[in-house]
Nanobody, 121 residues
Framework: QLQLVESGGGLVQPGGSLRLSCTTS????????IGWFRQAPGRERERVSC????????YYANSVKGRFTASRDNAKNTVYLEMNSLKPEDTGVYYC??????????????WGQGTQVTVSS
């Protein structure tokens, strides 16, 4: 059974940092591209980052570029999203999703349950 489980969310002050983890099981992570998405209340879900399976190319939304870093450790079946200089507008539920491809085009058929990130003073 293919599973993705996010962890590492929480409450942090503006300017702070968090590292999210996406722990996977039931499939060969080497073959999958992983995307990070977030959804804030009243807003559409947006893709904030992606890291491909093969060459580990990364993509970042303009809103997080220079602040967020995606990485992966296939030996640990885990993908990470390091988030620095957090802003209140980064608040939302963060999801990781898997796509059996070598690009960030999607459609990301497999999803985790999400982890809440709240940036507030």
């Amino acid at each position: 059974q293919l599973q993705l489980v996010e962890s590492g969310g929480g409450l942090v002050q503006p300017g702070g940092s968090l590292r999210l983890s996406c722990t996977t099981s039931g499939f060969d992570l080497d073959l999958y591209t992983i995307g990070w998405f977030r959804q804030a209340p009243g807003r559409e879900r947006e893709r904030v980052s992606c890291i491909t399976n093969s060459d580990r190319s990364t993509y970042y939304a303009n809103s997080v570029k220079g602040r967020f870093t995606a990485s992966r450790d296939n030996a640990k079946n885990t993908v990470y999203l390091e988030m620095n200089s957090l802003k209140p507008e980064d608040t939302g539920v963060y999801y990781c999703a898997a796509d059996h491809s070598a690009t960030c085009s999607g459609p990301f058929a497999f999803w985790g349950q999400g982890t809440q990130v709240t940036v507030s003073s």
